[in-house]
């Protein structure tokens, strides 16, 4: 009886075992170690039977759970000693015991082969365990049809998810759907243990049948029915079966980065649910808009501007003083981009919100609330730059301050003396997030899932110890998905929470080039098209949530990871006005599409298809001269090396007749975060200005990552469109997608 309540218990471990997006990676390790220690207790309780090894005769069935039984202890205990090679929690102490690299491909493989032995181990005993149960031929037939259909359906769950390839070292990594139900996923890994233990029952009748002289072909036609079923089930779900190792480069594996992907039926787009007529905004049959600064006046200290009395208000700012510091990353700085270069800068005192902005206040003054994640307490996404400030003015208003921004139809002129809220600057912003810190983070470490909400399953310096990560500051940690309550986490030394993570954030500034000569309370470059936000987001990889890192979207930019922290002036040394005109750009909606894309697994190729079915465009595909390995592993690492050096890999078409298309319909892959290097060739190879480009992007969890930035940084003169991520292949919904994608882009088809 003892036995078998621990074979019971440790079949329900094991469900859960394997479904890591359910438990996460404190309770995975904790689970994995009352697992070892059942199993341990379990070898005790058999030790009769192991006495008898040597003893007595081996018919067909002693032999075959002989093997079995010896096969799942040896793969258990790799399993557990690989495991407890990484451990971070339940035991750290045991932590490179052995090579890391070496403990994670096994604790993978064994694991996927404990699970399938473990399946077979309960079939080869169920026979013995139901042979008291009288029950008639009839009965025990139709009940084996029904589980052999249920075994059909679990042997398609293990073939969709490329169970095998785990098994057999062809994959370092396992990807997971944290978008998934929970009782889905532990149901789905039920049904994947039911086909194996349904082989193992048939594989004990058939040697039993034998010694028996039962019917030896009833097993024989119940494995070929289960199997037969499962192809077929396979073959009725076509959309699914290249959900193999897709396009994608976001990953999430315990202590180890993998791919995450999201329910493939189920494609994100940036809807844009948020009001927008509102007489200051830009017109929605506006396809975009680009914004440049018309008049800059930087007044003295001696020029005619009434300077505001800076109130004492409160509303829980914390009061930054003033100060100088490194604005931006030195050349030694690990995955620094260029747009970082280091140089000295001086902020006036200011105030600013210890916390973003939660959508409960602002939808107090706004009225609305277009975030994708709902909760009063979690920080408001979602909002465009221009809403940001309608936003800092109703507040200013509300607390009896003088509105900081004038917004008019097509300008915005910022009162720089005003005492209301505002957006901070990107120099203020960068230098109220270091904290007085000139490391990559303010932590002056490398920040850990413990202490920000991003994708913790990449922690910083990541993508070059892919394979072996033991020689990280922070290892892999938990990747949550989703907004969290502001100042869920410790705050910076100043008193200021998630400037890592949860939302990026708006600032005032242009994007382009720093002005080196500009060092006194910098306001940015005098025109441009993209405004820049800080910080990254729930879904950005550590390496884009740096103190220096620069993003930038166009003014009327939506994203489910985009927010706003207000600042005001503390003293009274800001002065002057600042008016951007907005010079509204139109491309012509009937005009010539492209599709252009680059594919390398296969997915993105067949979304570009089936745009074209829909739309008759013409279409490209951005081959390469020196194309990438076929091996996936492989060009894992090459394709973080090209993005490392930033290569410009050589393409082997051209469009002669560029100047022909007025929207590019912008197809890739989402590689660690970002857009493949041949995408960058081709934007830095035609001449984008005023044209229209609609990104769509296949990722397995990550979305669109920062590659609308890095578009937005190549193309600064084209107009961003709504852009369209998709799941892997994007399964059966699709078309569908595309069409509404299509619609909202004002696409015909």
Known sequence: MKKKIIDIIMTVLLLFLMAYQVTGEVLHEWIGIVMTILVIVHQILNRKWYKSLFKGKYNAYRIVTTVNNTLLLCSFALTAFCGMAMSGYAVPFLYGMTN?????????????????????????????????????????????????????????????????????????????????????????????????????????????????KRNPLLPVVLILLAICLGLVFKQLNPDLNDGSLGESWNSSVPSFPTEVPLDEAEPTMIPTPF??????????????????????????????????????????????????????????????????????????????????????????????????????????????????????????????????????????????????????????????????????????????????????????????????????????????????????????????????????????????????????????PESGTRHVYRGGGWNDFAKNMRSAYRAAGQADLRSFSLGVRLVRNGDAAMSGVVTSSEMVQQTEQNGKVLIAFYSWGGNTRGIAHEIQSQTGADLVELKLVNPYSTDYNTVLMEAQEAQHRQDRPELAVHVDNMDEYDTILLGYPNWWASIPMPIATFLESYDFSGKQIIPFCSHGGGRFGQSLTAIAKLAPDAVMGQALSVSYSGGSGLPDTIASWLDANGIGH
């Open 100 to 212: 890391i690299s070496f403990a994670r491909r096994f604790h993978l493989a064994m694991s996927h082969w404990s699970f399938v032995l473990m399946g077979l181990h309960l079939g080869l005993h169920i026979p013995a365990m139901i042979s008291k149960l009288k029950l008639s031929q009839t009965i025990r037939n139709i009940v084996s049809v029904l589980f052999a259909i249920a075994a059909g359906y679990g042997l398609f769950l293990f073939l969709r998810n490329n169970m095998a390839d785990y098994m057999f070292f062809r994959v370092p990594f396992a990807f997971l759907d944290y978008e998934k139900s929970k009782v889905l996923v532990i149901l789905e890994n039920l049904l994947m243990l039911i086909f194996w233990a349904f082989l193992g029952t048939q594989i004990a009748n058939l040697c039993m049948n034998k010694a028996k």
């Open 275 to 524: 009001p927008t007529d509102i007489p200051t905004t830009v017109p929605t049959d506006v396809p975009a808009a680009v914004f440049e600064e018309t008049d800059v006046q930087m007044e003295n200290e001696t020029a005619a501007v009434e300077i505001k009395e800076i109130p004492e208000i409160d509303d829980g700012f914390l009061k930054v003083e003033a100060g100088s510091f490194l604005m931006g990353s030195p050349e030694t700085e690990n995955c620094r981009i260029d747009d970082e270069v280091q140089h000295e800068v001086s902020v006036s005192t200011f105030f600013i919100d210890p916390y973003e902005t939660t959508q409960e206040a602002f939808e107090q003054l706004m009225g609305e609330n277009p975030s994708l994640n709902s909760g009063e307490k979690l920080p408001v996404e979602q909002i465009t730059w221009r809403e940001a400030l309608q936003f800092a003015n109703a507040k200013s208003e509300s607390a009896g301050l003088t509105p900081v921004y004038t917004i008019e139809r097509n300008s915005v002129t910022w009162d720089r003396s005003a005492n209301g809220y505002r957006l901070p600057t990107e120099a203020e912003w960068e230098y109220a997030c270091r904290a007085g810190t000139t490391t990559p983070f303010n932590t002056e470490k490398s920040l850990s899932a413990a202490e920000a909400n991003f994708y913790g399953h990449y922690p910083y310096e990541i993508e070059e110890n892919y394979f072996n990560n033991s020689v990280l500051e922070a290892r892999p940690g938990e990747y949550r998905g989703k907004t969290l309550p502001v100042g869920s986490f410790e705050p910076n030394t100043w008193g200021l929470y998630d400037c890592h993570g949860n939302v990026n954030e708006w600032t005032w500034d242009f994007y382009g080039d720093y002005n080196l000569d500009d060092t006194a309370n910098p306001t940015g």
